[in-house]
Structure formats: structure tokens, C-alpha cells
């Protein structure tokens, strides 16, 4: 990073930093050539080996950041210098190490106060944890809302949306881009993903991406392996794949997800929800009541 100063962009937060770090590495991937963190290689072993593939031709860098103690952010901020911060969310996980979510906010927020002057700060509007959080963040901050986007349709070939482009990155009236409500869609499946859609495009729109650009590279979105990902199964029957990790609010997602996409039964099968703390049994009651308004099975 020091040898080639690419323009670092980090992402974090308690879920959707993968597909969020690969949406916004697919709509910058569509103009300038882009580094994107291998996998989920977010911490501080595995972002290090991760950032042996950057090269020298690479104008962006768009790295994943996570923790599982305290100061795992900041350390992973000292590493990578980020220009632009995006944090996704706030909820509870990793509560075994932080206890309480409002610890888990500092420990996040941590990436928005390392920011520079001249960076940006593109953060979650509708999160109530992330906006106490900005207060120390000496950047502009852009913040997107998932509450105020209107036709979400939710279908297994994935999720689409018409939203009112944040008030500091609508063009011009008489620009080719001056659109009042910007329809986009990904192949990403559930409403949740919305918030995916948002973060990439202030992303692409702050790095000068037109709205058009944007679209297109995000319609090329396509879900991650065992992250709500479709597979055919037999008989006619059709399984989403959401193995790789679970924290509430990512299983919540998901039931709501399954209970959206139209099919004759609905059977969730789940398993354990680790790393919670003294929240790991209210979580799983929580996560069952959800599961018997959703599905059959």
C-alpha cells in the first residue's frame, strides 16, 4: 500500500461487509482497475496475506475489515490508511468479546475517526449506533437510507429497488444523470440487500461513476457462496445456501428473505448462532419466533 498508494476504501460493520465490499469492487471494477480483499480475509492475519495480490496498476483498493477483540479495527486502520470508510450496520455479534453492542459501536466507529480530512465517511443513515458514531469522524460524511427506498421486489432472480440518490451526489438538473428515482437491481436475493445497493453507489457516485455505470455493474452482482445463494435441488425444490456465518441479524435477514420468495413450503433449516455472549440464548429464542413466522418447516 505504501509502495503504490492505491485510494483504500474499508468496509465494516456487524453484517453485510463481504457482499458490500464486493458490490462496491464490481461497480469501481467497471472503470478503474480495483483490488478487492480475497474471500473474507478481514482481520489481521488474513487481510495482510490477502493484500499479496495487490499490484502496482491497481487505482482502488477495497478491503474488508472485521475484529473479534477490541482495538483489531484500529490496528487494521493503521495498516491500510483508508481514504473512504463505509460502514454497513450495527448489531449484535461478537458479544462474547465486546459484551455489549455498544462497545462493539466503538470498536466499529473506530474506522470512521481514522479517516483524514479529505476522505469520506458513507455510512448508514437509518443505523441509531452508527449516527451517535459520527460525531468524531473529522471527514464528510454521505449517509444512505434503506428505509426511504421505495418498490423493493424481492425474486429468485434477485432484488430490485428505485431510490432518491442522496441529496450531495444528485447531478446537475440538466445532466445526462439527473434522475430523480434511480431503479436498480442485482442478483443478490432478500430486501436487506438494498442497503448492499446503496453503499455501492455513493461509493461509485463519490468516485465519479455515472448512475448509468452504476446500474449495469451492480445488475452483474451475483450472491456469494453460502450467502443466501440459490442451488437447484431435486424435484423441483430450491435451496438457499446461507452457511458460511451467523449472527442474528443476518439469519433474521435471511427467514425474511425465504418468506419473501414465492414457493409452495418453506423449510428453514438452522444451526447454532456462537460467539454471543451473555445475548446467545435470547438470540436463538428470538431467531424462533421469527423462523415460525416465516416457514412452514
Excluded at 430450491?238 to 423449510?267: C, F, Q, S, W, Y
Excluded at 448462532?273 to 438470540?283: C, I, P, Q, V
Aim: hydrophobic share 40%.
Amino acid at each position: 500500500l505504501e509502495r503504490w498508494h492505491p485510494i483504500v476504501i474499508a468496509v465494516t460493520g456487524s453484517t453485510g461487509k463481504t457482499s458490500t465490499k464486493e458490490a462496491i469492487a464490481s461497480v469501481l471494477a467497471s472503470s478503474f482497475a480495483t483490488f478487492r480483499s480475497w474471500q473474507n480475509y478481514n482481520d489481521l492475519l488474513g487481510l495482510p496475506l490477502s493484500l499479496g495480490r495487490l499490484e502496482e496498476r491497481h487505482e482502488y483498493a477495497v478491503l474488508e475489515l472485521s475484529c473479534d477483540h477490541p482495538g483489531e479495527i484500529s490496528d487494521l486502520c493503521r495498516i491500510t490508511r483508508p481514504h473512504i470508510g463505509v460502514l454497513t450496520n450495527i448489531s449484535p455479534a461478537q458479544l462474547r468479546y465486546f459484551r455489549t453492542v455498544e462497545r462493539l459501536a466503538g470498536e466499529l466507529g473506530t474506522l470512521l475517526t481514522s479517516l483524514p480530512q479529505d476522505g469520506m465517511a458513507i455510512v448508514n443513515g437509518d443505523d441509531e449506533l452508527i449516527r451517535t458514531l459520527t460525531t468524531q469522524c473529522v471527514a464528510p460524511i454521505t449517509t444512505f437510507s434503506p428505509s426511504a427506498v421505495q418498490d423493493v421486489h424481492v425474486a429468485w432472480a434477485g432484488v430490485g429497488a428505485r431510490f432518491i440518490a442522496p441529496d450531495c451526489l444528485v447531478p446537475p438538473p440538466n445532466s445526462p444523470d439527473a434522475i430523480n428515482r434511480v431503479p436498480t437491481e442485482s442478483h443478490l436475493l432478500g430486501a436487506h440487500h438494498v442497503s448492499t445497493m446503496l453503499a455501492a453507489y455513493a461509493v461509485g457516485r463519490h468516485c465519479g461513476l455515472k448512475a448509468e455505470e452504476i446500474r449495469h455493474a451492480l445488475a452483474n452482482v451475483y450472491p456469494l457462496a453460502g450467502r443466501l445463494n440459490p442451488l437447484a435441488g431435486v424435484h423441483g425444490a430450491r435451496l438457499l445456501d446461507d452457511t458460511h456465518n451467523a449472527a442474528p441479524a443476518a439469519v433474521m435477514a435471511g427467514l425474511e428473505t425465504l418468506k419473501a420468495l414465492p414457493a409452495g413450503r418453506r423449510i428453514a433449516i438452522l444451526g447454532d448462532m456462537f460467539r454471543l455472549g451473555h445475548f446467545e440464548e435470547d438470540a436463538h429464542r428470538m431467531i424462533g419466533r421469527k423462523a415460525a413466522s416465516c416457514v412452514d418447516y
